[in-house]
């Protein structure tokens, strides 16, 4: 092992190929189990409780170990971590589709959660790894997010068509060449990077946050059902917040943290991750109801409301092409405050829903400018969440970001499902949607008021600290 400084790897634009196929499908997977749930009531004989920890179960584990799971790549190695990501979440994916009892269903998503954990961040920190801050990285950002932000929408196309043409099994199934492909290329394409020196892991402090993160993800996914004042929601949430103060406590006292506090100095993480939790809150409402209302009111099948998405998902990866370039000539906080500005107005038009609506009177038009905002939102603050970071903190900067994503999706849905509780008929829809506009608002005064000015470009290169092999 030698330090090196960052050299251009001819290589990167596969690897790159290879990163974003492997984010696409941990994307997929979020949104493609949706549209199986009814057949595998029926097939595994599973009720309507049970059959949302087949949901739930991916969740709690994928949002609980996200940290960890990029902290660990920088430290073990990230070539590693994606590696073994993968393999787990490939096979994971076999043993779902191949499970005879729900509970056996529910195992595997939980397993696949992990496997997601640790690929997720792993992968965008060797993209940082791979591309010098600046143009060159901004680009392939963009590139990272079309196709990986077109992951949700395509879920449930490809959902639609493989449950109705194969089985529910093959939601799964369809993960694992793919999962084990990329696993198997990936060495030939990039090579391993980590930290140098000690290895060690702070093991009381990813216990503490890894526990903290799953109650909070426990307690929001479930307040609808127990009620958001119930002794269960409230005991939940203020045994979240104490093992997190835990957390806080203990990475200020160790020596070697799992969570350095000192990335929290850097005004672009902060402002990535603030930003996120709203963008993310939004976002899942968005795809949750837009899904509902396609079916249940304009009586689509599950296939017709996957190629209805279609506009949406080619926008969205059209535009966000463009929009790592864009950042690197105006600056990311114009994009940024842009792509929100454009979201927020695309979930205030679809809060106009109607109940005799049709595809070009209420869909189409709406989809067009939510794609495009979305485009910008995701690829600048993917370029935001690691700006300036140094070298050895890429995985725990990548994770982090995807933490607030998934934390923003949970708190979010339970808000807006609250919301459509209240309400009847099309009014179920609109309200959320609309509430779900207002979250985008939300997202873009703090991306205006906490973003800070696009620093001058640098030429990127590894940290002192950094080694490769």
Do not use: C
């Amino acid at each position: 092992m030698t330090t090196v400084t960052q050299t251009l790897d001819p290589r990167r634009w596969k690897a790159l190929a290879v990163l974003a196929v492997a984010q696409f499908v941990v994307v997929l997977d979020a949104s493609i189990m949706n549209i199986a749930l009814p057949s595998i009531a029926t097939d595994l004989h599973a009720s309507t409780e049970t059959l949302s920890w087949v949901i739930n179960a991916y969740l709690l584990a994928f949002g609980g170990l996200l940290l960890l799971g990029g902290r660990l790549a920088d430290l073990i190695g990230r070539r590693r971590v994606f590696i073994a990501g993968l393999s787990i979440f490939g096979l994971a994916s076999l043993a779902g589709g191949l499970a005879d009892t729900s509970a056996q269903l529910i195992a595997a998503r939980a397993v696949q959660g992990i496997g997601g954990a640790l690929l997720a961040p792993a992968a965008l920190s060797i993209v940082t790894t791979l591309f010098p801050e600046g143009a060159e990285r901004n680009k392939a950002l963009g590139v990272w997010g079309a196709v990986a932000g077109s992951g949700g929408v395509a879920g449930v196309l490809l959902g639609g068509i493989l449950t109705s043409g194969l089985g529910w099994e093959w939601v799964l199934f369809v993960n694992v060449p793919l999962a084990l492909g990329a696993a198997v290329i990936a060495p030939r394409l990039f090579g391993e990077t980590r930290v140098a020196g000690s290895r060690k892991i702070d093991v009381a402090g990813a216990v503490a946050v890894t526990s903290g993160m799953v109650l909070a993800v426990y307690a929001l996914v479930e307040a609808n059902s127990a009620g958001w004042s119930s002794a269960q929601t409230l005991g939940l949430l203020g045994a979240a917040v104490a093992l997190l103060a835990a957390f806080v406590a203990i990475q200020a006292r160790v020596d070697e943290p799992l969570m350095p506090l000192a990335i929290f100095r850097n005004a672009h993480v902060r402002a990535a991750n603030v930003t996120m939790i709203g963008a993310g809150a939004a976002m899942l409402g968005l795809f949750f109801f837009l899904s509902l209302y396609l079916q249940q009111v304009l009586g689509y099948s599950a296939l017709e409301a996957g190629v209805s998405q279609l506009p949406l998902a080619g926008t969205l990866v059209l535009a966000a092409g463009g929009a790592g370039p864009l950042a690197e000539r105006v600056g990311v906080k114009p994009v940024l405050v842009a792509g929100l500005v454009l979201f927020a107005a695309g979930l205030a038009w679809f809060s106009r829903v109607s109940a005799d609506g049709t595809f070009l009177a209420d869909i189409l038009g709406p989809s067009l400018l939510v794609g495009l905002g979305l485009a910008a939102t995701f690829v600048s603050l993917t370029i935001e969440s690691v700006s300036g970071v140094d070298g050895d903190r890429y995985g725990l900067a990548s994770g982090l970001v995807n933490t607030s994503q998934q934390i923003g999706g949970a708190l979010g849905l339970a808000i807006l499902t609250a919301v459509a509780d209240q309400a009847s008929g099309i009014g179920v829809f609109q309200d959320a949607l609309l509430v779900a506009a207002g979250m985008a608002g939300v997202a873009v005064v703090a991306a205006a008021v906490l973003t800070p000015p696009s620093a001058a470009r640098r030429e990127g290169h590894a940290t002192p600290s950094e080694v490769s092999a």
